[in-house]
């Protein structure tokens, strides 16, 4: 049996990120979702001081927390590791600066616009907050395995156009639009091709019923094809010769034909993902309550959509080993979960939450759960039961003690 999807450490984050290192562990993608530092008391009880000694400020105490941490979570990273971290607008420049003193600047990955509330919070005074926000780095930038083109973020209704055989495309102009691109600049791409708007056919010579066509601007001047003649050749079936009105009257021109599958195969095309995430692709705040209150019950008052969680692992090659060590409700290992039954690979999660607990009067608590860790392994078990966990019957737990006494004994357990 290989490694299980799911495995769960209680324990303090910074004790378990020491304990993996010693054990040789490495992951090849670290979500965290640490305390936002809203004026609730930290479960994380460091010695959190200034540089004068005294005791340190709300936001030098949140970052004397996060540092170590961080430094430790590097250790841990594979060589093609990435790591995405949640924040609000409380602590967004201090773990700017944080995450380019640890894992330098240069392999800042993107700073994404998470819309996880799309009404906005509507509490307080000033605008309603709707966002939040996910820094990303590698820990080199050179070797990361991240892929920021998905196909998820692909849009069919992009691709209007349908074959009799039924593939999607649409149409692009053959020529280069950008007139920067001209016969002055681009000389080997101002050339002739023939076509006829009757059947469609397009090719680099002569043909019975083709006519001579030069690539052109809409005003008239000349203009360079954006494929070379030797590429025009090679795929006379990517492209239709149409009839087309412009300002100067009717013309006839080329057109691509740009496939929503890359090839017959039905090979997916990728799209890049943009900085800005919406509710409507990931989930939300609102969403997430109710993902979570169908598995276990209403336990967690804010945690993250899975949806948020699975955009981030189609980022990372589908065998990435996955570590959440601000695991919270559990949503990380849930995605992981809920990716690998969908695409039949083999992710795998470990999540890490220390015994912090639960605020009196809460729906955990009145389920006597005491701890934020119950709530963790109450829906990690709750996964293996619904999902599985990877050929183990149970969720897989570890402790600190094991950790530092089986060094990589978990691989293949």
């Given at each position: 049996m290989?490694?299980p999807?799911?495995t769960f450490v209680?324990?303090?984050?910074?004790?378990v990120?020491r304990?993996?290192?010693v054990?040789?562990e490495?992951?090849d993608?670290?979500?965290?979702?640490?305390?936002?530092?809203?004026?609730?008391?930290?479960?994380?009880h460091?010695?959190?001081?200034?540089?004068d000694?005294?005791r340190a400020?709300r936001?030098?105490a949140w970052?004397a927390m996060?540092?170590?941490?961080l430094?430790?979570?590097?250790?841990?990273?594979?060589?093609?590791?990435?790591?995405?971290?949640?924040?609000d607008?409380n602590?967004?420049?201090?773990?700017?600066?944080l995450?380019?003193e640890v894992?330098d600047?240069r392999?800042?990955l993107?700073q994404?616009?998470?819309?996880?509330?799309?009404?906005?919070?509507q509490?307080g005074?000033?605008?309603?907050?709707?966002h939040?926000y996910?820094l990303?780095?590698a820990?080199?930038a050179r070797s990361?395995a991240l892929?920021?083109s998905?196909?998820?973020a692909?849009?069919?209704?992009?691709?209007?156009?349908?074959t009799?055989?039924?593939r999607?495309?649409?149409r692009?102009p053959?020529r280069?639009?950008?007139?920067?691109?001209?016969?002055?600049?681009a000389?080997?791409?101002?050339?002739p091709v023939?076509?006829?708007?009757d059947?469609?056919?397009v090719d680099?010579e002569p043909?019975d019923?083709g006519?001579?066509?030069?690539?052109?601007?809409?005003?008239?001047?000349?203009a360079v094809?954006?494929w070379?003649?030797?590429l025009?050749?090679?795929r006379?079936?990517?492209l239709?010769?149409?009839?087309?009105?412009?300002?100067l009257g009717?013309?006839?021109d080329?057109?691509q034909?740009d496939?929503?599958s890359r090839?017959?195969s039905?090979?997916a095309?990728?799209k890049?993902?943009?900085?800005?995430?919406l509710?409507e692709e990931?989930g939300?705040?609102?969403?997430?309550?109710a993902?979570?209150k169908?598995?276990v019950?209403?336990?967690?008052?804010s945690?993250k959509p899975?949806?948020?969680?699975r955009?981030?692992?189609?980022?990372?090659?589908?065998?990435a080993?996955?570590l959440?060590?601000?695991?919270?409700?559990?949503?990380?290992?849930h995605?992981?979960?809920?990716a690998n039954v969908e695409?039949?690979?083999?992710?795998?999660c470990?999540s890490v939450?220390i015994?912090e607990?639960?605020?009196?009067?809460s729906?955990?608590?009145k389920?006597?759960?005491?701890?934020?860790?119950?709530?963790?392994?109450a829906r990690?078990r709750a996964v293996?039961?619904a999902y599985g966990n990877?050929?183990?019957e149970?969720?897989?737990?570890r402790?600190?003690?094991?950790?530092?006494?089986?060094?990589g004994?978990?691989?293949?357990?």
């Amino acid at each position: 049996m290989g490694e299980p999807w799911n495995t769960f450490v209680e324990g303090d984050n910074l004790d378990v990120l020491r304990a993996l290192s010693v054990a040789g562990e490495t992951f090849d993608l670290i979500y965290i979702d640490p305390p936002y530092n809203t004026g609730s008391l930290f479960a994380y009880h460091d010695d959190r001081r200034g540089k004068d000694g005294k005791r340190a400020g709300r936001h030098e105490a949140w970052v004397a927390m996060m540092r170590p941490r961080l430094e430790a979570a590097r250790t841990v990273m594979s060589e093609r590791a990435a790591i995405y971290v949640s924040i609000d607008d409380n602590e967004a420049a201090h773990l700017k600066v944080l995450m380019d003193e640890v894992f330098d600047e240069r392999n800042q990955l993107a700073q994404i616009v998470v819309n996880l509330n799309p009404k906005g919070r509507q509490l307080g005074n000033g605008f309603a907050t709707s966002h939040e926000y996910l820094l990303v780095y590698a820990k080199d930038a050179r070797s990361c395995a991240l892929e920021s083109s998905i196909p998820e973020a692909v849009n069919e209704q992009d691709f209007p156009l349908v074959t009799d055989d039924g593939r999607h495309y649409r149409r692009l102009p053959l020529r280069n639009t950008n007139k920067k691109f001209n016969p002055a600049t681009a000389r080997t791409l101002h050339f002739p091709v023939w076509g006829d708007p009757d059947s469609g056919r397009v090719d680099v010579e002569p043909f019975d019923g083709g006519q001579e066509i030069w690539p052109v601007f809409g005003d008239g001047r000349p203009a360079v094809w954006r494929w070379s003649a030797p590429l025009i050749a090679a795929r006379p079936d990517d492209l239709m010769c149409r009839r087309v009105r412009g300002k100067l009257g009717e013309r006839i021109d080329v057109y691509q034909r740009d496939w929503l599958s890359r090839d017959a195969s039905g090979d997916a095309r990728r799209k890049k993902l943009t900085t800005i995430w919406l509710a409507e692709e990931i989930g939300s705040t609102d969403s997430a309550v109710a993902e979570l209150k169908a598995l276990v019950g209403p336990l967690f008052e804010s945690p993250k959509p899975t949806g948020l969680i699975r955009r981030i692992l189609a980022t990372m090659p589908a065998d990435a080993r996955v570590l959440d060590f601000f695991a919270g409700s559990g949503t990380t290992g849930h995605a992981v979960a809920l990716a690998n039954v969908e695409d039949g690979t083999r992710r795998t999660c470990w999540s890490v939450q220390i015994a912090e607990t639960t605020r009196p009067g809460s729906n955990a608590a009145k389920a006597d759960l005491a701890y934020v860790s119950d709530i963790t392994r109450a829906r990690l078990r709750a996964v293996v039961a619904a999902y599985g966990n990877g050929g183990a019957e149970e969720l897989v737990e570890r402790d600190l003690d094991e950790l530092l006494g089986t060094s990589g004994a978990t691989r293949g357990a």
